[in-house]
């Protein structure tokens, strides 16, 4: 369904590459960090942590088939991922992660129903529940409140 002379298409388009790109590097930062935490009192999220990969990378199949029914090319590169030797660190930069990519998804819901897109919003819902369930996984992993996601950014 090509309609990529649509700019607000390509611009979703562009978008939904930006989240896919998001989406690989949660896979390889939960993949890794899930092999590298060290200690008893990270062994039950290191767990859920390999339960997340497996999510994001369902996450990722779903995005770059709607980039592609939308006339689009999915990307092949994903963001920076963070290292640390810190088990914290390494929770805190998913938990950051995680809270941008709620923060996009919400976007994407609203310039997907600007388009008449209402199947790709349902996905992205369905996609934005998991997220959350990630983040209040993080935010109790590090012992704090999950973080309030703002429209604007901050």
Same mark, same amino acid.
């Given at each position: 369904m090509a309609d990529e002379k649509n700019?607000?298409?390509q611009e979703l388009i562009d978008a939904l590459n930006e989240d896919l790109a998001r989406e690989y590097q949660a896979v390889i930062a939960y993949t890794v960090y899930s092999n590298v935490l060290k200690g008893a009192e990270y062994m039950k999220i290191a767990d859920e942590l390999k339960?997340? @990969?497996? *999510?994001?990378?369902q996450h990722a199949m779903i995005i770059a088939d +709607?980039?592609?029914?939308?006339?689009?090319m999915p990307t092949v590169t994903p963001k920076p991922v963070k290292l640390s030797e810190k088990p914290k660190d390494m929770?805190?930069?998913d938990l950051d992660? *995680?809270?941008?990519?709620?923060r996009e998804y919400r976007k994407r819901v609203k310039q997907a129903e600007a388009l008449g897109h209402y199947s790709?919003?349902? +996905?992205?819902?369905?996609?934005?529940? +998991?997220?959350q369930e990630h983040q209040h996984d993080? @935010?109790? @992993?590090l012992g704090i409140d999950v973080p309030k996601v703002l429209e604007d950014g901050a």
């Open positions: 700019p607000k298409v339960l997340h @990969a497996t *999510e994001e990378l +709607q980039i592609d029914y939308l006339g689009g929770l805190r930069f992660n *995680e809270t941008e990519t709620i790709l919003s349902e +996905q992205i819902r369905e996609i934005l529940k +998991q997220e993080l @935010a109790t @992993a």
